[in-house]
């Protein structure tokens, strides 16, 4: 809880900051906005958590995004696949790639940063070509399944705001996630093997099970992602759907407390830092004209955030070892 | 005696839970072969790098001629003509003999490297150690006692007036050693001053002018040349006679509880291993380091799976896959390098211990947290480990505590046959006898225990029987009464050592 402390109050002074910058920021319109892409991009953070919880990265995940969000649609229009097929052959082809990056890291030996950055290229390829670069919605059909992401449920005694709809998604993935990693026993050994990968299978624990099903995780929620962000913007271009969404997951992730080195995380940390992504981007185009240079400030922000967060760790491993010095030996 | 070349006073080192030293000083003389002595843990390897400028001290200080200095870092230390020869070699072994020998200091006009005036020098530089080999050959291709010659000719060729020399005979042939010895000797006489450590007494005797004994971060005592005797060191390292610093009782051995059969381990293919241990038994297996005895247990283990053969454990015949196979059968391993394959550093001493029973407590998968809390707070309390809580991380505790939590999540399986890789290892002495005192315990309580161990004195201490391993097969079995130095070394190196020794 200390550590998503920090992030939190981070938080809130962009958020104070850009309120005072532009009257717009709380105007229903653009907060409302500013949580539905919270919530999808908070959805796909939580995916690359527990990749990253093990010590992995995934970079493949803008590109299954793209896939899912393009393929979807695709299928529907061009091939007139009944909607459950479709959702079907989705969930498959998200479920695969993941399990296919961790069987290669796992079985083979191959860095995760090298086989999910080939999956970056290849899928993104593949959309591509399957498409030919053509631009794919829905239209005006399959209304009631876009509500999933463009719904809002009205909040009683409150005008002019809505809670959106994929914060019901977010909510129930959050939920099953941090259950999952905090009460089961897998979560457990996802925490231990991305701390002491050997130690861990010197304790009986199926490492390369553990690290597998890390990158299904990661892949499937980067194909839930995909549909959520398609049914929101119902129009998806291959040439830049998604594009770099795998680093902006990677920024929440790591801003919400998860260590790269592996063996740290917390789901809320990841959903604040979703959330912090969103309010500098939301910043960046309410108070500037030149919104060009967007990624220079988040970049600037994350660095600040983590050199911090580093120095403060530091800082307390200092104190602990002079007090573990002074009281534990004689 | 002459004003020392070099002298020690009161150095003091902390790491984070651990006080390495605690005050030691020491001198060398011109020409002098110091002998530094004492059990794992005693602060030789702390010292010797903050002499070689791999660490500094927290406190004390450091007279060099008489002059006072300090030491910033390794280039400051050879500056000065300090080398240190390392355990473990440092040499780049993808680069020839002569790059190594003056890597960095690579004779070159204008950037461009002189390679002819580099060999010649080398050649200058091997010839002094006794080395008749082509300084152009590739480091990698040489067997490792030539390769320490090369790194004792490396220190030579930036003048070294004090070398320090960390259990240089570790990993070496006895032809090898006794090559060493005369190179040692022969420095000695040319005025280069030796500070040897080591773990073999019989080395100290024969070599050694003087001996300074460590235990526990401080000075234990010193020996002159004729006061050097093994009774003597030992009773100086431990701090009392042996008999009373290993519990030992001779077990009565039951029924067999783990037999290993025609076992081929990957690292030693062509050779089978066969014996039994059985419950209530405690056998140690000694050896040279590489004889392949890390390789065997862990090949019992599962971690590297058997290329042959199988082992019988509970009147069951298997070959374990995995350590979770090996775990099911009743098996644990506390294997030899803690901090990579005993301990998650990060996770708290709960999550430690429970590590390996969370399968077996689970409830449909998810944590048993009260069960969790129980057998942590029941192993903090048997093996008295020193922790404020349980909720600490294992990096603050010190190495002998660690240890201790790693046995504890080993114990909470209530394991039949009890693997333990180097057990004592960079342990203090105090933490060292309560694992002795356990080992007892276990083995009292029906438990087979099967340890691999480099310290003699904890092989002769701690044995119903010792197996002892040579290239990778067992060279021979000595029942307690059989257990001697000598006897031990006759086995592990595969000659006749000990007359030469004595």
Same mark, same amino acid.
């Given at each position: 809880?200390?550590?998503?402390?920090?992030?939190?109050?981070?938080?809130?002074?962009?958020?104070?900051?850009?309120?005072?910058?532009?009257?717009?920021?709380?105007?229903?319109?653009?907060?409302?906005?500013?949580?539905?892409?919270?919530?999808?991009?908070?959805?796909?953070?939580?995916?690359?958590?527990?990749?990253?919880?093990?010590?992995?990265?995934?970079?493949?995940?803008?590109?299954?995004?793209?896939?899912?969000?393009?393929?979807?649609?695709?299928?529907? &229009?061009?091939?007139?696949? $009944?909607? %459950?097929?479709?959702?079907?052959? /989705?969930? +498959? *082809?998200?479920?695969? =790639?993941? #399990?296919?990056?961790?069987?290669?890291?796992?079985?083979?030996?191959?860095?995760?940063?090298?086989?999910?950055?080939?999956?970056?290229?290849?899928?993104?390829?593949?959309?591509?070509?399957?498409?030919?670069?053509?631009?794919?919605?829905?239209?005006?059909?399959?209304?009631?399944?876009?509500?999933?992401?463009?719904?809002?449920?009205?909040?009683?005694?409150? &005008?002019?705001?809505?809670? $959106?709809? %994929?914060?019901?998604?977010?909510? /129930?993935? +959050? *939920?099953?996630?941090? =259950?999952? #990693?905090?009460?089961?026993?897998?979560?457990?050994?996802?925490?231990?093997?991305?701390?002491?990968?050997?130690?861990?299978?010197?304790?009986?624990?199926?490492?390369?099970?553990?690290?597998?099903?890390?990158?299904?995780?990661?892949?499937?929620?980067?194909?839930?992602?995909?549909?959520?962000?398609?049914?929101?913007?119902?129009?998806?271009?291959?040439?830049?759907?998604?594009?770099?969404?795998?680093?902006?997951?990677?920024?929440?992730? /790591?801003?919400?407390?998860?260590?790269?080195?592996?063996?740290?995380?917390?789901?809320?940390?990841?959903?604040?830092?979703?959330?912090?992504?969103?309010?500098?981007?939301?910043?960046?185009?309410?108070?500037?004209?030149?919104?060009?240079?967007?990624?220079?400030?988040?970049?600037?922000?994350?660095?600040?955030?983590?050199?911090?967060?580093?120095?403060?760790?530091?800082?307390?491993?200092?104190?602990?070892?002079?007090?573990?010095?002074?009281?534990?030996?004689? | 005696?002459?004003?020392?070349?070099?002298?020690?006073?009161?150095?003091?080192?902390?790491?984070?839970?651990?006080?390495?030293?605690?005050?030691?000083?020491?001198?060398?003389?011109?020409?002098?072969?110091?002998?530094?002595?004492?059990?794992?843990?005693?602060?030789?390897?702390?010292?010797?790098?903050?002499?070689?400028?791999?660490?500094?001290?927290?406190?004390?200080?450091?007279?060099?001629?008489?002059?006072?200095?300090?030491?910033?870092?390794?280039?400051?230390?050879?500056?000065?003509?300090?080398?240190?020869?390392?355990?473990?070699?440092?040499?780049?072994?993808?680069?020839?003999?002569?790059?190594?020998?003056?890597?960095?200091?690579?004779?070159?006009?204008?950037?461009?490297?002189?390679?002819?005036?580099?060999?010649?020098?080398?050649?200058?530089?091997?010839?002094?150690?006794?080395?008749?080999?082509?300084?152009?050959?590739?480091?990698?291709?040489?067997?490792?006692?030539?390769?320490?010659?090369?790194?004792?000719?490396?220190?030579?060729?930036?003048?070294?007036?004090?070398?320090?020399?960390?259990?240089?005979?570790?990993?070496?042939?006895?032809?090898?050693?006794?090559?060493?010895?005369?190179?040692?000797?022969?420095?000695?006489?040319?005025?280069?001053?030796?500070?040897?450590?080591?773990?073999?007494?019989?080395?100290?005797?024969?070599?050694?002018?003087?001996?300074?004994?460590?235990?526990?971060?401080?000075?234990?005592?010193?020996?002159?040349?004729?006061?050097?005797?093994?009774?003597?060191?030992?009773?100086?390292?431990?701090?009392?006679?042996?008999?009373?610093?290993?519990?030992?009782?001779?077990?009565?051995?039951?029924?067999?509880?783990?037999?290993?059969?025609?076992?081929?381990?990957?690292?030693?293919?062509?050779?089978?291993?066969?014996?039994?241990?059985?419950?209530?038994?405690?056998?140690?297996?000694?050896?040279?380091?590489?004889?392949?005895?890390?390789?065997?247990?862990?090949?019992?283990?599962?971690?590297?799976?058997?290329?042959?053969?199988?082992?019988?454990?509970?009147?069951?015949?298997?070959?374990?896959?995995?350590?979770?196979?090996?775990?099911?059968?009743?098996?644990?391993?506390?294997?030899?390098?803690?901090?990579?394959?005993?301990?998650?550093?990060?996770?708290?001493?709960?999550?430690?211990?429970?590590?390996?029973?969370?399968?077996?407590?689970?409830?449909?998968?998810?944590?048993?947290?009260?069960?969790?809390?129980?057998?942590?707070?029941?192993?903090?309390?048997?093996?008295?480990?020193?922790?404020?809580?349980?909720?600490?991380?294992?990096?603050?505790?010190?190495?002998?505590?660690?240890?201790?939590?790693?046995?504890?999540?080993?114990?909470?399986?209530?394991?039949?046959?009890?693997?333990?890789?180097?057990?004592?290892?960079?342990?203090?002495?105090?933490?060292?006898?309560?694992?002795?005192?356990?080992?007892?315990?276990?083995?009292?309580?029906?438990?087979?225990?099967?340890?691999?161990?480099?310290?003699?004195?904890?092989?002769?201490?701690?044995?119903?029987?010792?197996?002892?391993?040579?290239?990778?097969?067992?060279?021979?079995?000595?029942?307690?009464?059989?257990?001697?130095?000598?006897?031990?070394?006759?086995?592990?190196?595969?000659?006749?050592?000990?007359?030469?020794?004595?």
């Amino acid at each position: 809880m200390k550590k998503i402390l920090g992030i939190t109050g981070l938080l809130v002074v962009v958020c104070i900051i850009t309120a005072l910058a532009s009257e717009s920021f709380l105007s229903g319109y653009n907060l409302e906005n500013l949580v539905r892409r919270t919530a999808l991009f908070g959805i796909i953070s939580i995916g690359v958590a527990f990749v990253i919880v093990t010590g992995g990265i995934d970079l493949s995940i803008g590109s299954v995004v793209c896939l899912v969000g393009c393929g979807l649609p695709w299928m529907l &229009k061009t091939y007139h696949l $009944p909607l %459950p097929v479709a959702l079907a052959v /989705v969930a +498959a *082809v998200s479920v695969g =790639i993941g #399990l296919l990056h961790g069987l290669i890291i796992t079985k083979l030996r191959i860095q995760p940063f090298v086989v999910t950055l080939c999956g970056l290229m290849m899928y993104r390829g593949i959309t591509r070509g399957f498409t030919r670069d053509q631009t794919f919605g829905f239209g005006s059909d399959y209304g009631g399944l876009r509500v999933l992401s463009t719904g809002n449920i009205p909040l009683p005694f409150i &005008k002019g705001f809505a809670i $959106p709809a %994929p914060w019901i998604t977010l909510l /129930v993935v +959050a *939920v099953l996630a941090a =259950i999952f #990693l905090n009460r089961t026993i897998w979560g457990r050994y996802l925490f231990a093997l991305g701390r002491n990968e050997e130690a861990a299978r010197y304790s009986g624990i199926n490492t390369d099970r553990m690290v597998i099903l890390a990158y299904v995780i990661s892949s499937t929620l980067a194909g839930l992602g995909g549909v959520l962000f398609v049914l929101d913007v119902n129009s998806a271009q291959p040439v830049d759907f998604g594009n770099v969404y795998e680093l902006y997951a990677i920024a929440a992730a /790591v801003l919400g407390g998860c260590s790269l080195r592996g063996g740290e995380g917390s789901i809320i940390g990841v959903i604040v830092g979703a959330a912090l992504m969103q309010v500098l981007r939301n910043m960046i185009m309410l108070t500037t004209t030149r919104t060009n240079i967007e990624f220079a400030i988040i970049g600037a922000v994350i660095l600040l955030g983590v050199i911090a967060d580093e120095l403060v760790k530091r800082y307390a491993v200092r104190r602990r070892a002079a007090k573990a010095l002074a009281g534990g030996q004689g | 005696m002459s004003a020392p070349l070099l002298e020690v006073r009161n150095f003091t080192k902390s790491f984070p839970g651990v006080r390495a030293l605690r005050g030691v000083s020491l001198t060398l003389a011109r020409g002098e072969v110091l002998a530094v002595i004492g059990e794992n843990g005693a602060g030789k390897s702390t010292l010797m790098k903050i002499l070689a400028g791999v660490q500094r001290q927290d406190g004390g200080e450091l007279l060099l001629d008489g002059e006072r200095i300090e030491i910033r870092s390794v280039h400051d230390a050879l500056a000065r003509g300090i080398a240190l020869i390392h355990q473990e070699l440092n040499l780049a072994d993808n680069l020839d003999v002569a790059a190594n020998i003056f890597l960095g200091r690579e004779p070159h006009r204008a950037g461009i490297m002189d390679a002819r005036r580099l060999r010649r020098e080398a050649r200058q530089f091997l010839d002094a150690v006794g080395l008749d080999i082509d300084p152009s050959v590739l480091v990698s291709t040489l067997p490792i006692g030539k390769q320490q010659l090369v790194e004792i000719a490396k220190a030579l060729s930036v003048d070294a007036r004090v070398l320090i020399m960390d259990e240089p005979t570790s990993s070496l042939s006895s032809r090898e050693a006794e090559n060493l010895f005369a190179v040692i000797r022969d420095l000695r006489k040319r005025g280069v001053s030796i500070v040897y450590i080591s773990h073999r007494l019989g080395e100290v005797k024969e070599l050694a002018d003087r001996v300074t004994v460590l235990r526990d971060g401080e000075n234990a005592g010193e020996l002159a040349r004729e006061e050097i005797d093994h009774a003597r060191m030992v009773k100086l390292m431990v701090g009392r006679d042996l008999s009373q610093f290993y519990p030992h009782q001779p077990h009565k051995p039951g029924d067999v509880a783990l037999e290993v059969r025609a076992l081929r381990t990957p690292a030693n293919p062509q050779h089978e291993v066969s014996f039994s241990v059985s419950a209530g038994e405690i056998v140690g297996i000694a050896g040279l380091v590489g004889a392949g005895r890390t390789e065997l247990v862990e090949t019992i283990f599962g971690v590297t799976p058997a290329l042959g053969g199988s082992i019988r454990l509970g009147g069951v015949e298997m070959v374990p896959q995995s350590p979770l196979d090996a775990i099911a059968a009743g098996l644990a391993l506390v294997p030899e390098d803690r901090k990579q394959q005993g301990i998650v550093l990060g996770m708290s001493v709960r999550e430690n211990v429970s590590l390996a029973s969370l399968r077996r407590d689970q409830r449909h998968g998810f944590l048993n947290r009260p069960r969790e809390a129980q057998l942590s707070a029941q192993m903090i309390a048997d093996l008295r480990i020193k922790t404020p809580h349980d909720g600490q991380a294992a990096q603050f505790l010190s190495g002998g505590n660690q240890q201790k939590v790693v046995l504890g999540k080993w114990l909470a399986l209530e394991p039949r046959v009890l693997l333990l890789d180097e057990p004592t290892r960079g342990i203090d002495v105090g933490a060292k006898q309560e694992i002795y005192r356990l080992m007892e315990e276990l083995a009292g309580r029906g438990v087979a225990i099967i340890f691999v161990s480099s310290e003699m004195e904890e092989i002769l201490g701690m044995s119903d029987r010792a197996l002892v391993m040579h290239e990778g097969r067992i060279a021979g079995e000595l029942q307690r009464a059989e257990l001697s130095e000598e006897s031990v070394l006759h086995l592990a190196t595969g000659t006749h050592r000990t007359a030469t020794l004595s």
